[in-house]
């Protein structure tokens, strides 16, 4: 799936310039082999058994594999592999080693598994039913692969690099790509399929962000007020989150301000409203969603 790759590309491009390449624990190694597994048989299982079966496609390489596939005769699986080889040894050069190999691992057993699933009945012929599931299985599975460091779909490495030479976004690449492909596919499978395929492609982008962010997101909270020790304590007390005391200047008036900045979970964004309301109510509050938490005092306790 294309478009989410536009999320981690700086992250991508940040880990390929480190100078120092930290290896991977054994342990680390055989939980990411084993969830590139998983999300690649997934990836297979949303197109065997739910789109292709149903002439649902799906968008980037993939749904160029779809269409030849459809037009020759020949297995999915064969056209998945070797369409998306040569972009292996771009991602390898361009990227790095780490993510060229976990792409490659998990390309050939999305390729693997779509072959032997082939004789395998679809599960429904119900097109909306298909489009569903196929969708929520697709992005079950590209965002595993995304999440642990590959990828199933060479477009957004091919979208990286025109990105670099281009004044486009990765997000833009991709979507112009899979304009074309839906649009081709509307040609072979007919329009109303072409929909359909397009209902799929937003069911799995949304099902991704979900994968790769959890269904536990976090926020972070900006709290701009007089009474910042009073609302840094109370939210220690009463969430059990750790708190950060930032210097500021309000440009307008030049005077001195504290922020208080904080990480909640999404349950507690409600809480921490009222704390804030319940103190001054004339505060500053801004909250917004992040993807990832590491480190520091962010544990869950008891709202109270």
Known sequence: MGKEMAKINSEVQSLSNQVKHHKLTKVKL????????IGAVLMAVGLETFLVPNKIMDGGIVGISI????????????????????????????IGKTFALSTLFGITIMSLATIFLHPVPAFTDDILLATVF?????????????????SLDGTE????????????????????FNIFIFASGGFVFGWDRAMYSSLAYFIAFKVIDIVIEGLDQ?????????????????????????????????????????????????LEEAKLKEIVEGIDSSSFLAVADIAEVRGGRFKKKAIH
């Open 67 to 94: 269409i030849v596939s459809h037009l020759t005769g020949i297995k999915l699986g064969i056209f998945l592999f070797f369409l998306n080889a040569p972009f292996f040894f771009v991602g390898y050069k361009h």
């Open 157 to 176: 490495i091919l979208a990286i690099l025109i990105n670099k030479r281009l004044p486009f976004s990765v997000g833009e690449i991709i979507m112009f």
């Open 30 to 37: 055989v939980k990411r082999i084993i969830f590139l597994f």
């Open 134 to 150: 196929g969708g929520i299985a697709l992005g079950a599975g590209v965002g595993l692969v995304i999440r642990f460091g590959g």
């Open 218 to 266: 976090s926020k972070s909270a900006w709290i701009i007020s007089e009474k910042y020790t009073e609302i840094g304590d109370t939210i220690m007390a009463r969430l059990g989150r750790g708190v950060t005391y930032l210097n500021g200047e309000g440009a307008y008036s030049g005077d001195d301000k504290k922020v208080v900045f904080c990480v909640i979970s999404r």
